[in-house]
T-cell receptor, first 111, second 112 residues
């Protein structure tokens, strides 16, 4: 399912640095989501957006920020305020009552 | 508040044996339930959805509102079923499906 593209596949962050994870979709989906996946904790919702120029915090939004300036793009910034950013990040999108489609993910590590 | 519980972190069975991955939920309204699967080095993908009432790859799941469960079952497990399985819930109603609430996942290993 090449409809959702996440980049980069691997990302390294230095202490005190902000990094941005890209998520692009060409499925014309209205809603987009960011999840964090940690071993033994499942997927936890960081932020989601149901329409352009609007987004809501999920369950673990602290230390993260997003924007939704275009329908096809929903970048996630991991700020220096996120003290434990090492994780696998998944982006998803959906439309209407259709199930969410997921990207391949970005693995973020700390140098 | 809504919550999804998968009580087994790890589950191992032998090839050909029946397998059941448990999922319980708590939600006061009418939920939609899903099973997602993540094979090694592949993206998370939808396995099945309770309203579809389908059997995918031999798996079935029945929503039991009385027991608030949505267990995933397969009568004869195959090695290629080895993967991480996630149960997820969405609040039904409204114009969109909305966000998903995921369980912590069950890692299924099917031995030859």
């Amino acid at each position: 399912d090449g409809g959702i593209t996440q980049s980069p596949k691997y990302l390294f962050r230095k202490e005190g640095q902000n990094v941005t994870l890209s998520c692009e979709q060409n499925l014309n989906h209205d809603a987009m989501y960011w999840y964090r996946q940690d071993p033994g904790q499942g997927l936890r919702l960081i932020y989601y957006s149901q329409i352009v120029n609007d987004f809501q915090k999920g369950d673990i939004a602290e230390g993260y920020s997003v924007s939704r300036e275009k329908k096809e793009s929903f970048p996630l910034t991991v700020t220096s305020a996120q003290k434990n950013p090492t994780a696998f990040y998944l982006c998803a999108s959906s439309w209407g009552h259709q199930p969410q489609h997921f990207g391949d993910g970005t693995r973020l590590s700390i140098l | 508040a809504q919550r999804v519980t998968q009580p087994e972190k790890l589950l191992s069975v032998f090839k050909g044996a029946p397998v059941e991955l448990k999922c319980n939920y708590s939600y006061s309204g009418s939920p939609e339930l899903f099973w997602y699967v993540q094979y090694s080095r592949q993206r998370l993908q939808l396995l099945l959805r309770h309203i579809s009432r389908e059997s995918i790859k031999g798996f079935t799941a029945d929503l039991n509102k009385g027991e608030t469960s949505f267990h995933l079952k397969k009568p004869f497990a195959q090695e290629e079923d080895s993967a991480m399985y996630y149960c997820a819930l969405s609040r039904a109603g409204g114009s969109t499906l909305g966000r998903l609430y995921f369980g912590r996942g069950t890692q299924l290993t099917v031995w030859p």
